[in-house]
Structure formats: C-alpha cells, structure tokens
C-alpha cells in the first residue's frame, strides 16, 4: 500500500516543505534577475532612443537654419524680376518667375515648419501669454491671406465672433495653427468657401473652427492627418506638395496652449478642421473697462 504525506515522520514532511521553499525562492530570484536585466535594457533603449531623438532635432534646427539664408536669396531675386527693375519680362518669363516665387514661399513655409518642430521637441519654444481680442486676431489673419486669394471661385469668410470675450493666451502661436488650417483649406478647395469662426463652450473653452467645400479627406486617413511626418498613400496626399507638417506642428502648438486639435471630412463633402485653447490659461481676467468685447 503507497504511503502519504500523512503516513510520514514530521521531519520529513518538514524537509520536503523547506525543500520547495528552497525551489521557489531559487526561481523567484532568477525572475529578479531576469525583470532586472529587462529593466536594464530598457534603460539602455530608452537613452539610445533619447539621444536619437536629441540628434534628430538638432539636425532639424541646424538644416532649418541653414535653408534660410539661400532661400531668403531667391525671394529677393524673384521679387526683383517680377518687378521688372532689371529691364522687362516676356509673358511666359513672368509665369515662370511667380512660380519660382510661389515654389520659394511653400519650402520657406515648410523650413519654418521644421524649426518649429524641432524647437518644440527639444522644449525650447516659449509660450508668450496676453489678452487678445478675437476680432484683431480675425483682421490679422484677413489681411495676410487678402493677396494669395486668387482663385475668383473661392471666398474666404471671417465670421464676426458672438459673444466670445477676450482670450488669455498666445495669439502668435493660435494664428500659426489658424494660418496653416486656413493655407490647407486653400489649396484643396476649388470653388465654394473657407469659413473661419470662433465660439466660447460652456466649460469655457474657445473653440475655432476652418471649415471648407473642398474635396474632403476619406474617413480612414482622419487618424493619421496630425501625425508627425505622416505620409497618406492617397490622392489627396499626392496632390500635396510639402512634408505634410503643418498639421504636425499644429496639434504640437495647441498641447503647448493647453488645448487639442480635431477634424471632420467626408469625400467631396468638404472638410472641418478645429483647435480649442482654454479662455484663460493664467492670471484672473481683466476688469469690465479693460476687457476686449
């Protein structure tokens, strides 16, 4: 007849329990070194990855800064051709010409673009925080978007914000992200309208909005369109000319304002593209008389 546990001498029942205690402390302790190696290879990983990060930004800012110069050349060679101060231009001289400056503008915007990425990532863009009104910030950007508006088929509205007050926050880097929604918006519509609009939420965030009649982006791009360096293998992505950062940039620089960014768009139904900032992200608001309306 087999004997049991309870057939043996208590010192052996004791040893056999000290014995698998011995074997589970043993294979504890090898999982310890092993979570301790994982660890430390993580760690190596993750700084190997920090510095491939630090290096990328360095070389961002370092090409960004370099591209300026040379550019900022051809701008000011193109704007002397076009004004004729050495001597006339054929009609077909004059097309070529603008487009060199129109091609210019798009690799200055985009050069831009990379800086500011690359200064973003790295932690070394300031927020410069003011109360601003949202009908300047609306008269600004109408003013610089009045001589690129060439395509008669297109109109570019402003509507009058209702019942928003003035914003704490900083205007320069909210017009960066409204230039670049309305610059895209642009240059995908083809007739119709591209509305810009502003209006207060009851949590007390602003939300603007650049809505537009233009071809629309299909439904299974949307997560990809803020990405960084995303590249959308579609029609819409081809017809674009750049490195698709604006959007990129946009959604770094409204984190930095404490808020988000968003989009809606349908093929050929037009597309909707918001960001919202809090109404106030510092000091309390200013008093009746010196508020903006």
């Known amino acids: 007849m087999a004997s049991d546990d309870t057939t043996l001498p208590l010192a052996e029942q004791l040893a056999d ?11 504890l302790e090898e999982t310890n070194r092993g979570v301790l190696a994982l660890y430390a290879e993580l760690d190596v990983q993750a700084e ?18 370099e ?5 900022g050349a051809i701008q000011s060679i193109a704007r002397l051709l076009i004004d004729r ?3 006339p231009l054929t009609d077909e001289q004059d097309r070529q010409v603008r487009f060199i ?17 690359a200064k973003v990532e790295a932690g070394r863009i300031d927020v410069s925080q003011a109360w601003f009104d949202m009908v300047d910030l609306f008269a600004a950007l109408r003013g610089m978007f ?5 395509n008669p088929d297109v109109t570019l509205v402003f509507e009058d914000p209702v019942d928003v007050p003035a914003v704490f926050s900083d205007d320069r880097k909210l017009a960066q992200i409204l230039r670049n929604y309305i610059s895209n918006a642009l240059k995908f519509t083809q007739r119709g309208e591209v509305r810009v609009a502003a209006r207060r939420t009851a949590d007390d965030q602003i939300v603007f909005s650049v809505a537009d009649t233009g071809i629309g982006i299909a439904r299974e791009y949307h997560h990809a369109m803020f990405q960084d360096f995303s590249q959308i293998d579609s029609p819409i992505q081809k017809s674009l000319r750049g490195t698709g950062l604006g ?20 093929p050929d139904q037009g597309s909707t593209f918001y960001v919202t900032i809090p109404l106030q992200s510092g000091p309390a608001a200013p008093s009746a008389t010196g508020a903006h309306r």
């Open 17 to 27: 329990a000290q014995a698998q205690v011995a074997a589970l402390a043993a294979e």
């Open 48 to 65: 190997a990855l920090r510095q491939a990060n630090e290096l990328k930004s360095r070389f961002l800012a370092y090409m960004s800064h």
């Open 67 to 71: 591209f300026r110069t040379p550019l």
């Open 85 to 87: 101060l050495d001597g």
């Open 101 to 117: 400056q129109q091609t210019t503008a798009e690799f200055a915007e985009m050069v831009n673009d990379l800086l500011d990425l």
């Open 146 to 150: 009045k001589p690129v508006l060439t």
């Open 247 to 266: 959007l990129s940039l946009s959604r770094r620089l409204a984190e930095l304002l404490g808020g988000s960014v968003s989009m809606e768009s349908e």
